[in-house]
């Protein structure tokens, strides 16, 4: 096992004591933790001398994902990436293309454990944790790829992000360092299954992000049925964990609920959406803005679950407005290179053979 450190997982100081410690000049870290989250590997980086660069490169490890698939949508320019890690392992992220400038979902694990019966990526479990520099270098190669500068964050690729929770936080700080890549947290979206013990943690954090609450079924017979993790953390402990995320930070939460047909794509399902919302989260005391994200699910292979019709969509988001929750169906971006998580690595892995 290599113990030395990620060299894009270190923040500015850490990057300064280690420097200091091979006896470098303090001002060195300022030189080159800029030109990393650009992009440049240490060989690259012209203004920094061949000693220093030598006895970095002993010193630490360094690795950008490498782009091994992309595919670019001829419809709305959504690309999508398949990188591959230093250790041969592989994950996705997809960089979105809105009128307000570029977002990129990102992956948090390799694989994921949570066990979602209708989602690509729980497929063969976890594999292991990202660093966070392995997070952060999503972005880094992805601009680099495209010359372009991301402006939006979204934590929805493959892998639960409060399962690696150590990780994730430090990617949301380094994600956010001036002088590196540097996306406000007000443009960064984190979306967890429902792990309340680690919604906690982050609400005490107080860091300005959306917290993105995957729901998908508002009695706790459904949710079990689909989502594994609603037998430790059920419907009405989750709500109450929303409740303190609101109190300790006053950000929205937005909740998404994928529409599968005949399980929770009725307009009775949509009453019962609405009531647990409002009963919990925007009482007379409490008036949480929420925003809930409907998405048509994508039909996994073998999974058995299909898409809820576009009538059937369309009456669910009327009821949710009648009942005053602002909703908006997810656009399906990319639709032509098959865009959603997961799939694209589980490709990859089934042509390997493994
Ligand atoms: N583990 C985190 C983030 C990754 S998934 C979470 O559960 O929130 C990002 C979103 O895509 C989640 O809401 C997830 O439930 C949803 N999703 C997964 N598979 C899907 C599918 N086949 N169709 C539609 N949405 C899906």
């Given at each position: 096992m290599d113990n030395r450190p990620d060299l894009l997982s270190l923040f500015p100081e850490e990057l300064e004591a280690l420097l200091t410690a091979l006896g470098?000049?303090?001002y060195r870290a300022g030189q080159i933790f800029p030109q990393l989250h650009r992009g440049l590997s240490p060989d690259e980086?012209?203004?920094?001398?061949a000693a220093t660069r030598e006895k970095l490169a002993a010193a630490t490890t360094y690795f950008l994902p490498r782009v091994a698939r992309k595919l670019v949508s001829a419809m709305d320019g959504t690309v999508k990436y398949l990188f591959e890690l230093a250790d041969g392992n592989c994950v996705e992220s997809v960089l979105m293309r809105y009128e307000h400038g570029v977002t990129i979902c990102v992956s948090s694990?390799?694989?994921?454990?949570?066990?979602?019966?209708?989602?690509?990526?729980t497929i063969g479990g976890k594999v292991r944790n990202l660093t966070a520099g392995e997070i952060l270098g999503q972005i880094i190669a992805a601009e680099r790829d495209t010359g372009e500068k991301i402006g939006g964050v979204v934590m929805m690729g493959i892998g639960e992000p409060l399962d690696n929770y150590e990780n994730t936080v430090r990617f949301l700080r380094l994600v956010n360092e001036k002088s590196g890549v540097?996306?406000?947290?007000?443009h960064i979206s984190l979306s967890t299954c429902g792990i309340v013990p680690r919604i906690d943690d982050l609400a005490a954090l107080s860091l300005p992000i959306t917290l993105s609450i995957s729901?998908?079924?508002?009695d706790n017979e459904t949710r079990n049925s689909i989502m594994p993790v609603n037998r430790r953390y059920p419907i009405e402990e989750l709500m109450a964990a929303c409740r303190r995320y609101f109190a300790a930070t006053g950000r929205r939460i937005s909740f998404e609920y994928t529409l599968i047909a005949g399980k929770n794509d009725s307009e009775e399902a949509a009453r019962a959406l609405s009531l647990l919302l409002n009963r919990n989260l925007r009482t007379r005391t409490e008036t949480m803005p929420i925003h809930v994200n409907l998405i048509p699910v994508n039909e996994v292979e073998n999974t058995g679950f299909r898409r809820a019709g576009t009538r059937a969509v369309a009456a669910f988001a009327a009821v949710l407005e009648k009942n005053g929750i602002r909703a908006t169906v997810r656009r399906k971006l990319g639709a032509d290179i098959n865009a959603s998580c997961g799939q694209l690595r589980r490709d990859s892995i089934a042509k390997r053979g493994t």
């Open positions: 470098e000049p303090r980086m012209t203004n920094i001398g694990e390799v694989g994921c454990p949570m066990g979602c019966k209708f989602c690509a990526s540097n996306i406000g947290y007000r729901l998908h079924a508002s």
